[in-house]
């Protein structure tokens, strides 16, 4: 089993930034592909970032490339979100499932964390 939480959402003002993370637990064989993926009112679930742990290879929705990274230390999962927009608003998914070539279809993911939001004012 893996254990996912998320943490580092909170409200800001359009141009600035936050940072979020992901604490992993669990067995590692199990997360070999982690991702970001957010979900706005209304809209369907969204890859943000995902990260093949076993490669460091990363990938990046379009609406994000650029202003977002993705990074990794250890057991924790970073996004580091730069020049937030209002339409960035919404709730934050870590994502783990095992395996080398990451998907970005939220199907494909076993294991989620509870979430964190994101709001962006302007």
């Known amino acids: 089993q893996v254990q996912l939480v ?44 995902i990260m093949s742990i076993t490669y460091g290879a990363t990938g990046y929705g379009n609406s994000v490339e650029g202003r977002f990274t993705v990074s990794q230390d250890k057991n924790t999962l970073y996004l580091q979100m730069n020049s937030l927009r209002p339409e960035d608003t919404a709730m934050y998914y870590c994502a783990a ?19 964190t939001r994101v709001t962006v004012s302007s």
């Open 97 to 115: 499932d095992s395996g080398t070539i990451c998907s970005r279809r939220p199907d494909r993911y076993s294991y989620w964390g509870q979430g």
């Open 6 to 49: 998320e943490s580092g959402g909170g409200s800001v003002q359009a141009g600035g930034s936050l940072r979020l993370s992901c604490q992993a637990s669990g067995d590692s064989a199990r997360r070999g592909c982690m991702a970001w993926f957010r979900q706005g009112p209304g809209q369907e679930r969204e890859a943000v970032a």
